[in-house]
């Protein structure tokens, strides 16, 4: 392969990104784009629960530097019948 030095070094250089990291886009979004904003932000059919990374068993698990205890959430099993055995063998 050729080395070419109008070519970037990475796919990161390509320079094809507009704005700088880290800068919201200002520019006002377009009505399919608000409209889609808008579907997103409505909560879906049936009730929302709360997130078990949410709740203050977690956070205390958090600040302690513990793992999850008991019955906080689902206890860290799948309940998709995948769950590891350990055993001795």
Do not use: C, H, I, Y
């Not at 932000?41 to 078990?52: L, N, Q």
């Not at 956070?59 to 590891?84: E, I, N, Y």
């Amino acid at each position: 392969m050729t080395e070419n030095s109008e070519l970037p070094d990475t796919a990161m250089a390509t320079g094809n990104d507009e704005g700088e990291p880290g800068q919201a886009d200002t520019r006002p979004l377009e009505r399919d784009e608000r409209r889609l904003l808008k579907a997103l932000r409505k909560p879906a059919e049936g009730t929302a629960e709360p997130a078990v990374e949410d709740s203050p068993e977690v956070a205390a698990a958090v600040a302690d530097g513990t793992p999850l205890s008991g019955d906080a959430g689902s206890g860290g099993q799948a309940g998709d019948g995948l769950d590891p055995e350990f055993t001795d063998r």
